[in-house]
């Protein structure tokens, strides 16, 4: 495996930020954000972000992968990673943003090839990757390293016609009680939470708007939340994540939700 060092000088020796699905929607509006504080941002999506930049004060690099084959992003992160350790960041952000709804309906109608495919990219990705960050900043004392994982609602409350995308959630937060309590023990370990963002207006509430009612009940319930105003854009659910993100008490609960 080659190895991928990052290619420009971190501004300031600051903070840099991996998200994870940036090219639209949620991630894309995080990515944006932490480029206008003057991160070092690292997008992985399928495609390149259009028009997403970096500036003077901000760099920005994409890496267009597939994170429904994720160990080979894991292991050119792990890469990347040491060659970053010479410029030694105050700050190190791993932010999983990407996720992929199956068709929705009854798992006894699902297509299994893409509830594994959904399940790889909202689960299996996000462990693979948060591995091999932790291992290759292991000894990174001089950095504050903090994991988010964006979860849902749904991983907290079953919904009949959404189940893989339920469990991959519930995995998720699950998965961070676990990570926390072993990052807790560490000296110098990396804070860990799953946070729910509310309800946002995302191509994922679209799809939802969008399903058989014949085979997707809760559509009426999306439906609703559309026609009442009661989605909030990614710009103002990604600034409310981030907030909470460098919050000095990120992580006391490793399972929160942005309205708590």
Not at 32 to 42: I, K, N, P
Not at 55 to 64: G, Y
Not at 105 to 114: S, T
Request: proline content about 6%; hydrophobic content about 45%; overall charge neutral.
């Amino acid at each position: 495996m080659p190895s991928f060092p990052p290619n420009v000088p971190i501004p300031g020796r600051g903070t840099v930020v991996i998200v994870t699905g940036a090219s639209r929607g949620l991630g894309r509006a995080i990515a944006a954000q932490v480029l206008s504080e003057g991160a070092h941002v690292l997008g992985i999506s399928r495609r390149e972000a259009e028009g997403l930049v970096g500036s003077p004060t901000a760099t920005l690099e994409q890496w267009a992968a597939d994170l429904a084959d994720p160990l080979p992003v894991a292991g050119r992160l792990s890469d990347w990673l040491a060659g970053l350790a010479r410029q030694q960041p105050v700050r190190v952000r791993l932010i999983h943003n990407a996720a992929l709804l199956s068709e929705p309906g009854n798992v006894a109608d699902a297509v299994p090839a893409d509830q594994a495919r959904s399940l790889r990219v909202g689960l299996e990705a996000p462990v693979a990757l948060t591995t091999c960050f932790l291992r290759a900043t292991a000894d990174w004392h001089f950095a504050d390293r903090r994991v988010l994982f964006v979860s849902s609602g749904l991983g907290r409350r079953a919904m009949a016609g959404g189940a893989t995308y339920c469990a991959q959630k519930a995995g998720l937060d699950h998965f961070a009680r676990a990570l926390a309590l072993e990052e807790g023990a560490r000296t110098g370990g990396a804070r860990v939470a799953s946070v729910a963002p509310g309800i946002v207006d995302t191509d994922m509430q679209r799809q939802l708007r969008g399903a058989d009612a014949a085979r997707f009940p809760e559509r009426s319930t999306f439906d609703e939340w559309h026609r009442t105003g009661a989605l909030a854009s990614p710009e103002a659910a990604a600034a409310r994540l981030l907030a909470l993100l460098e919050r000095d008490d990120f992580g006391s609960k490793p399972v929160t939700d942005v309205r708590e």
